[in-house]
T-cell receptor, first 108, second 113 residues
Framework: GEDVEQSLFLSVREGDSSVINCTYT??????LYWYKQEPGAGLQLLTY?????DMKQDQRLTVLLNKKDKHLSLRIADTQTGDSAIYFC????????FGKGTRLHILP | SAVISQKPSRDICQRGTSLTIQCQVD?????MFWYRQQPGQSLTLIAT?????????ESGFVIDKFPISRPNLTFSTLTVSNMSPEDSSIYLC??????????FGPGTRLTVL
């Protein structure tokens, strides 16, 4: 079945760039998403990319999609303490499948 | 985007009881979904709440355990029946906007003793 994999933890110094990686198996994915979940909160849709795009930029966020390798990444420029959260990668064909989430920890 | 509210935000329940979670959206939506997020885990789709017909359940989830109502295009309820400690999770309502975006409510944190 479909699967979405991402590393569980990432530590980054404040001010540096964070890069969160994700791989997926479903070649029929139409959209790929990044959601952010802060402690005790629901999921916030950060950004998404259509499967025929390679890149999408939105302020500090850059999404790169390598459809051949089924690899998706999220780059957060100038990482701030407020970026500390769990980031979920998700892909959609007929329904959305989520990865287990990457916990981003910001070092002072 | 969509503004989604859920009630209750959290609850602590006794084994064997049932809890009904409400989800309200600020505007009419066609597709509403219920997800479960077990501690430290990702989100798992429980069912799609269909307006005017029975919900569509994913593999491993059944109507007797998770009855769902969808009386109109802005409201849905999920009941967790005959609860056990294994049902302790965050339950999230979600809505689809168009064909590309999906938004989530703040979640209901359930603890079963």
């Amino acid at each position: 079945g479909e699967d979405v994999e991402q590393s569980l933890f990432l530590s980054v110094r404040e001010g540096d760039s964070s890069v969160i990686n994700c791989t997926y198996t479903d070649s029929s994915s139409t959209y790929l998403y990044w959601y952010k979940q802060e402690p005790g909160a629901g999921l916030q849709l950060l950004t998404y990319i259509f499967s025929n795009m390679d890149m999408k930029q939105d302020q500090r966020l850059t999404v790169l999609l390598n459809k051949k390798d089924k690899h998706l990444s999220l780059r957060i420029a100038d990482t701030q303490t407020g970026d500390s959260a769990i980031y979920f990668c998700a892909e959609r064909d007929d329904k959305i499948i989520f990865g287990k989430g990457t916990r981003l920890h910001i070092l002072p | 985007s969509a503004v989604i509210s859920q009630k209750p935000s959290r609850d602590i329940c006794q084994r064997g009881t049932s809890l009904t979670i409400q989800c309200q959206v600020d505007s009419q939506v066609t597709m509403m979904f219920w997800y479960r997020q077990q501690p430290g885990q990702s989100l798992t789709l429980i069912a799609t709440a269909n307006q005017g017909s029975e919900a569509t359940y994913e593999s491993g989830f059944v109507i007797d355990k998770f009855p769902i109502s969808r009386p109109n295009l802005t409201f849905s309820t999920l009941t967790v029946s005959n609860m056990s400690p294994e049902d302790s999770s965050i339950y999230l309502c979600s809505v689809a906007r168009g064909t590309d975006t999906q938004y989530f409510g703040p979640g209901t944190r359930l603890t079963v003793l």
